[in-house]
């Protein structure tokens, strides 16, 4: 298993837009996603879970990635979560 | 019997019409076992993918009606059903306990629904809606039972309702609903959002009092004011009548000037900005026909938390704003704390008067640090959009020189960094402190631009606090004393080809605008909400005549005869 922490700068944290990407790459990934912030750990494929994260702007967010491609998921799902959404 | 309502005006208008009452039937499944609990999972499938069908068929009508950004709510619903943590874990919960699949769908939602609800975040509360939404949905498929339709009124009416879900929403028949209320939600609500994009007047979170209203009750509503009237009096129908026939004929005149520009009669154009304070702030410009950002208060970043922001946030939220403006000019005004503005977590002494004290750029030049990062952050942002940067509160020239000195080091340290900056950034000041009006020249020479600040401006000139009630009457914008500092600041500029604009109230104010564009003011920065009626005024003065006008008013003595001047010539013009 690895893990890394992020610190969120969208201006407006992490709402629907964002999500729905991050929630759309990381089903794409065989591995377990857990999305963890402020003590709270949920499944990174579940949008719905992911929102009652209540992520805002310069929250460090840690990922927890097990299983297959894990490395490059990580890659992967850190830029979109370090990213500036429209 | 009459009956009053108030709740938040979420989308502009009046209307008067019966009320329509739309219940959500509220259900509750009992628990029950199932004998065969594939069957049962199978019977779930079968709910979702009809949920499925249904909500592309909404989110194309969506997307054909008001286009593909409202559209994007349904393709979040068409989501929450691949939602693994919702949809897995209810499969898993029937084929585990044996369970009824209406009662695996409620618990399991009810948790989202809780969970969403009690978030800080307003915006996120409202997701909640969403899951309520989408799980209605699917409970009605299971059920085999119609979903609530609004679809099917086929008369004038106001919709009455607890709250109106997305999928409401887009069914609703403009033909026939007027207008909406309800008794939950905000200004960032769906329903709140949608009623803005329909155009229809809407009013929300009006309380559970709400639900007294009966089908057929005659309702007033002005959704302007957020007020709502059930049963009202003749007298009150023949005057809300009027009232609204005056506000539509406005509205219409308003809507027109949206993408015009702002041009005098006799052909000399001005420029007409928004003053905003926060990130949503600039859409609500664009809304309203702004050709630029004239202040972007920069306090919001530093207040409510419990920490400095860094410069890659602030570095984000400039970014945010000159990007959306899309390459129309944006004044950020640098750090304006003090006065009544304070920062708990830095500490800073009790000043016994705070308006006369360590305040905007004084502090900002105390604490290099502070204003070091801001600058960076601006400067950084500066390629995505046309900055321009402007100084609060400078008395003296040896304060616009230190300024001027800590951007141009922080500029040289960027360069040298390799950062991309833009090629030219106009540099700025406020001017609202009284010696900087009166030696407006001496400044003239160093900046690229002015910006009057006018309710600091009045309340210096004056001396007289303007938190404080029993001094209000000397708050004059119009006194021959602020004129002639604003002449004077005008014609400073003018002198060094420098532009000058304003952005305190003053600039929105009808009866000041005809004597500001007589005097030559270039830009008007005001509230959002003023911009399209200023632009109408000016539309119909005349730059040449109220220059003279403007002569004529500043020779008089007294505040209230240079206003019954201006009314009295603005009304003769217009009507000429």
């Not at chain 2, 922080?410 to 040298?416: S, T």
């Not at chain 2, 600041?489 to 564009?517: N, Q, S, Y």
């Amino acid at each position: 298993m690895i893990s890394k922490t992020f610190t969120i700068i969208n201006p407006t944290g992490f709402h629907v837009r964002p999500t729905k990407a991050f929630v759309q790459a990381a089903s794409g990934y065989p591995c377990k996603i857990s999305v963890i912030n402020k003590g709270k750990k949920v499944n990174g494929k579940s949008s719905l879970s992911m929102l009652t994260l209540g992520i805002a702007s310069q929250d460090e967010v840690t990922l927890e990635i097990d299983g297959e491609r894990e490395a490059e998921a990580m890659e992967h799902l850190g830029k979109l979560l370090t990213q500036i959404h429209e | 019997m009459e009956q009053i309502f108030k709740g938040i005006g979420a989308s502009r208008g009046l209307v008067a019409a019966r009320a329509f009452v739309y219940k959500l039937e509220s259900y509750v499944p009992a628990q029950a076992q199932v004998e065969q609990p594939d069957l049962e999972v199978e019977r779930f499938q079968t709910a979702i993918r009809q949920a499925q069908a249904e909500l592309e068929q909404i989110r194309d009508i969506t997307e054909r009606r008001l286009g593909s950004d409202k559209a994007e709510i349904f393709e979040g619903h068409l989501m929450i059903l691949e939602d693994p943590d919702l949809i897995d874990v209810i499969i898993e919960k029937v084929k585990e306990e044996s369970v009824n699949a209406e009662y695996a769908l409620y618990v399991t939602s009810r948790s989202f629904i809780d969970m969403l609800s009690q978030m800080d975040d307003e915006y996120l509360r409202e997701r909640a809606a969403d899951v309520r939404d989408v799980c209605n949905r699917i409970m009605n498929n299971l059920r085999g039972k119609q979903q609530a339709d609004l679809s099917a009124i086929s008369e004038e009416c106001i919709v009455i309702a607890e709250d109106l879900t997305p999928s409401d929403t887009a069914k609703l028949n403009l033909d026939y609903v007027k207008g909406f209320v309800t008794e939950i939600g905000s200004r960032t609500s769906h329903s709140a959002i949608m009623a803005r994009s329909l155009g229809i007047p809407a009013i929300v979170g009006a309380g559970a009092e709400l639900s007294r209203i009966e089908t057929g009750t005659m309702i007033v509503m002005d959704a302007t004011e957020g007020v709502l009237r059930a049963n009202p009096s003749t007298e009150e129908l023949i005057e809300f009548g009027e009232k609204k026939i005056r506000y539509d004929q406005r509205q219409a005149e308003f809507a027109k000037w949206v993408n015009r520009s702002s041009v005098s009669s006799d052909g000399h154009s001005v420029e007409l900005a928004a003053n905003i304070g926060k990130l949503e702030d600039v859409q609500k410009a664009l809304d309203n026909g702004a050709e630029a950002i004239g202040l972007f208060r920069t306090e919001f970043l530093y207040m409510g938390r419990s920490k400095l922001p860094t410069e890659d946030e602030q570095f984000n939220s400039y970014k945010y704003v000159l990007e959306k403006m899309n390459g129309k000019p944006v004044v950020i005004r640098t750090l304006d704390i003090g006065g009544d503005k304070e920062l708990p977590y830095l500490n800073l002494p009790k000043e016994s008067n705070p308006f006369l004290g360590q305040r905007a750029l004084r502090f900002c030049l105390d604490r290099p640090d502070i204003f070091r990062t801001q600058l960076r952050a601006l400067l950084r942002a500066s390629r995505y959009g046309n900055l321009k940067i402007m100084f609060p509160m400078i008395a003296v020239l040896s304060e616009l020189h230190a300024a001027k000195q800590l951007l141009e080091e922080e500029k040289r340290k960027l360069e040298a960094e390799g950062v991309e900056l833009a090629e030219r950034i106009e540099v700025g000041m406020m001017i609202e402190v009284p010696s900087a009006a009166i030696s407006a020249d001496l400044f003239a020479k160093e900046v690229d631009f002015f910006s009057i600040g006018t309710n600091d401006l009045i309340q210096y000139t004056m001396a007289a606090d303007r938190m404080n009630e029993t001094v209000s009457y000397l708050y004059q914008p119009c006194h021959p004393s602020i004129l002639r500092l604003i002449r004077m600041v005008i014609e400073a500029g003018r002198k060094e080809g420098k532009w000058v604009g304003m952005c305190g109230e003053m600039a929105g104010d009808e009866t000041a605008i005809p004597l500001l564009l007589g005097l030559g003011l270039h830009e008007f920065s005001m509230s959002a909400s003023s911009i399209l009626p200023a632009r109408e005024l000016i539309g119909h003065l005349s730059r040449k005549e109220w220059s003279s006008l403007a002569d004529e008013a500043m020779a008089l003595k007294t505040q209230e005869e240079i206003i019954a001047f201006v009314r009295n010539h603005k009304q003769g013009g217009q009507n000429a």
